[in-house]
């Protein structure tokens, strides 16, 4: 074996935190100065206490000659760190581990005067430890220790000096070659100029793995490197909590500033028996507001790593009525557990007032998984599918290299899928033909697969546009300004500007919707009307979806007295059919498409069902104030038409559609027989007459026998007439004649008083609507003048 030189340095390895912690023993006993020199040294712990055995143990000596750096009884060191330094590197080049595991001290001053070295086997774990008994293990540690007795004993003389007084060489356990005796705690120590390497590359941005690989690059393989990944990590988070102590300070009092110049701005800080963990959660007033007209979706994004320490920066996002990213809170995360989280979303939920949003998206995490489960149980829970692909590049890179068309059918297999028996079949024919059927990261992706593939989260409001697309609330608020090399001490002023931003074009937006108007691409009443209603953006979106269906048709299939299913598909594409149920009398619709459902906007397949039965405006129930120019008003204007036209026009197509229906059902069933066909004409002709009479005079009652609502009506005037009422008519009753007259007379002013209040209720509110019109558009100078002021200076 190799000579090499002996560099005595104090400590015998890095103190990997997630190892077994059983090297750590060491007891310390007080003994009287005057006992001899010569005194046996008898010390054992509980861990030492070996378990009898009927069979002789086996004996692991070192090979090779060993005669130089082998310890001796009467050996000498000049201070105890040296007699410790030597016994591990002869146990370094030997192939075991050691630590301390007892020592002595005088009485007299509290010095110690005797240390025990052992080999890291040593002793046996206790299970029943008092640390462990009244707590359940959750990750039990491996066992270690095997009783091993090699040790090294040292005194101190009274020159001063450390002399050996023991040394057992025998290990009962096999040794460790040379190419691994890198993995031993003992042996496992980051130097200096590793030190500054890792300092380098982690203030550059680089994770532990990426630094290990330069790193192992650097020295030429993993052993010369002396230590492991677990190492570089635990030393890189102890450099990042040193590093960050005068740093989260000034977040703290950030926040405290801001909260001092405006009470509304929340801020948390989570602590664990009075000590702060180090978790943050903050959102300004204008978040929360945001979050009353926007709150239906949220995302909330783990992936920024915004500064050199890599401390988890965790907004929480949605979308506006411009389809814009918009800001509800931000946190920084200092420990990922699910405690944490848990803390977070709930600290995050007293913030936002209580109110649960409809759906969720993060990134693909059990922990976070676990914690949303727990404070958001009716939220629908979505992985983010781009996060997911882009994991697939790294799970999947040997399968990419191998097959280049793998990615394109993995992205058709999860996005283009109608159904989902559809999907289940495709799944299972890409992962046969590329044989990774048992491809541990697909199954656990395909395992969680209705929180991530779009075909089972259709029937969940997400807010996108197309089921397709990506969300660009999810990952993005924050591009262009915060990045991995961004310290605390920027941070908050690229923070600022990243709000300041999007702020200024919300404030565009805005002002395109009110100040510019649309081009109509159709004579359609329901084109006009969402033009006024939605925004720019989302009323070109609906526009698509309307000018689509002058491609598509629509047939009867199937009616079961209450609804009409329609087979919608487009010309030339009978196989690719969509089916829509339209019950008339409520006028709702839905269609298998579901796009309404996922994205608040009627598909081109509903529209199309719409335009062929006559309903020329759209009903109030599918226009969602999120998506309209007054999504911030408190004013409902949307709820009921606005316009006397429009609400004509709703009722015509109500009344036109109700009549159609029945109608189609009176003429199948009077088409059965010859004697139904007879009675049936011979109804309709009657019809015909009772409808004209009803046209031409306009106030009668035209129920079945034609007479029933007049003649009561009638008895109630006669009544209150012959009784000499308040309208001052003499006793004497009134003719027939004079009777429909007045009875005529009090319609007529009745349905005039109707107009007036029609007229003045569409009047008031149109001033709402431009009082609303105009609070917005001072809203968009006062943020102009801010932004040309700040430029300015």
Known sequence: MENEVLEFDIGLGSGADDEDDDDADAVDIDIDDDLPSTHPLHLTTSQNSAPTSTSAPRIYLPEGDLSDL?????????????????????????????????????????????????????????????????????????????????????????????????????????????????????????SGPAKTLIDTLQAAGMGPRRIMSALIKEYGGISKVGFTEVDCRNYMRNNRQRSMEGDIQLLLDYLRQMHSENPDFFYALQEDDGQFTGNVLWADPRARANYSYFGDTVTFDTTYRSNRYRLPFAPFTGVNHHGQPVLFGCAFILNETEASFVWLFQTWLTAMSGHHPLSITTDHDAVIRLAIMQVFPETRHRFCKWHIFKKCQEKLSHVLLKHPTFEAEFHKCVNLTELIEEFESCWLSLVDRYELRDHEWLQTIYSDRRQWVPVYLRDAFFAEMSITQRSDSMNSYFDGYVNASTNLNHFFKLYEKAIESRNEKEVKADYDTMNTNPVLRTPSPMEKQASGLYTRKLFVRFQEELVGTLTFMASKAEDDGESITYQVSKFGEDHKAYHVKFNVLEMKATCSCQMFEFSGLLCRHVLTVFRVTNVLTLPSRYILKRWTRNAKSNVILEERPTDIYTGYLESHTVRYNTLRHEA??????????????????????????????????????????????????RSGIRANYSSGDHLGISDQPLSEEDMDKKIQELRDELEYTNRKCEVYRANLLSVLKDIEDHKLQLSIKVQSLKISMKDSI
């Open 70 to 190: 082998e310890p001796y009884e009467g050996m000498e060191f000049e201070s105890e760190e040296a007699a410790k330094a030597f016994y591990n590197s002869y146990a370094r080049r030997v192939g075991f581990s050691t630590r301390v595991s007892s020592s002595r001290r005088s009485r007299r001053d509290g010095a110690i005067i005797q240390r025990q070295f052992v080999c890291a086997k040593e002793g046996f774990r206790n299970l029943n430890e008092k640390r462990t008994k009244d707590r359940e293990i959750k990750r039990p540690r491996v066992i270690t220790r095997v009783g091993c007795k090699a040790s090294l004993s040292v005194k101190m003389q009274d020159s001063g000096k450390w002399v050996v007084s023991s040394f057992v060489k025998e290990h009962n356990h096999e040794l460790v070659p040379p190419d691994q005796v890198h993995c031993l705690r003992s042996h496992r120590q980051i």
């Open 664 to 713: 189609f059902k009176f003429v199948e069933e009077g088409s059965k027989s010859l004697d139904t066909y007879n009675v049936a004409m011979g109804v309709l002709q009657e019809a015909t007459t009772r409808v004209a009479l009803a046209k031409k005079n306009e106030g009668r009652a035209s129920n079945v026998d034609g007479r029933n609502n007049g003649d009561s009506a």
